[in-house]
């Protein structure tokens, strides 16, 4: 018996999830193409053929980053949602919690889902469309409820589309290192939504 065959369901989930995040990052960095399985491998420090074990096909494993960075995005943001007081709060939650995502923890998966989605099979599309709409109907509820609420302006489908867009292209700009925290930069950039009476 191999040493593969001894693993634990909960290994197994593990490792699969270390291979995830390798290839996020290597998907990112180098591109999907250009990413070999070999270099998949080598990053986790399995043989190339002992990812099938993982996996059926390399865009498998593509499919399993995008995933992970929208599902982990949307679970935060649901639990934000709950926890917060008011609408305002809500509205702040979106921010905060889609700037964090994208700059911190889930950077990677969440570029690969932004920047790769011409290498996915239309086979695979339709699973990734559902998370991608499930988040973004977080996103327009809590803007129809703050509309209705007069904090921002009543076009919210166009406003939704706008913000996203903005808030993804941060990628290629915000420093780290630079004058503003993500926090702080989520709470410029909800100031700028926001009807000036309702602050």
């Known amino acids: 018996m191999t ?16 291979l995830v995040r390798a290839a996020a990052k290597l998907f990112r960095d180098q591109g999907y193409e ?3 399985v070999r270099d998949l491998g ?17 865009e498998e494993i593509l499919v399993a980053v995008m995933a992970l960075g ?16 008011s609408t305002r709060e809500k509205l702040s939650a979106l921010f905060h919690v889609h700037l964090n995502s994208l700059l911190g923890d889930n950077q990677a998966a969440l570029e690969v889902m932004l920047y790769e989605w011409r290498s996915v099979s239309e086979a695979a599309k339709p699973g990734l469309i559902l998370l991608r709409d ?7 509820a809590v803007l129809d409820e703050a509309a209705a609420a007069g904090l921002i302006k009543p076009d919210t489908r166009l406003l939704r589309r706008t913000l996203l867009g903005s808030l993804h292209w941060s990628v290629q700009w915000y420093r780290k290192d630079g004058e503003l925290s993500v926090d702080k ?15």
């Open 42 to 58: 080598n990053a986790v420090g399995l043989q190339s053929g002992s990812l099938f074990y993982h996996f059926r096909t390399k």
């Open 70 to 85: 929208i599902s982990s995005t949307t679970e935060q943001l649901e639990r934000a949602i709950a926890k917060a007081g």
């Open 185 to 199: 930069l989520a709470d410029r950039m909800l100031d700028l939504v926001l009807i000036e009476q309702s602050k």
């Open 134 to 140: 499930r988040y973004e109907a977080l996103w327009q």
């Open 3 to 18: 040493t593969l065959e001894k693993n634990t369901p909960l290994e197994e989930n593990s490792r699969r999830m270390e």
């Open 34 to 36: 250009r990413t070999t």
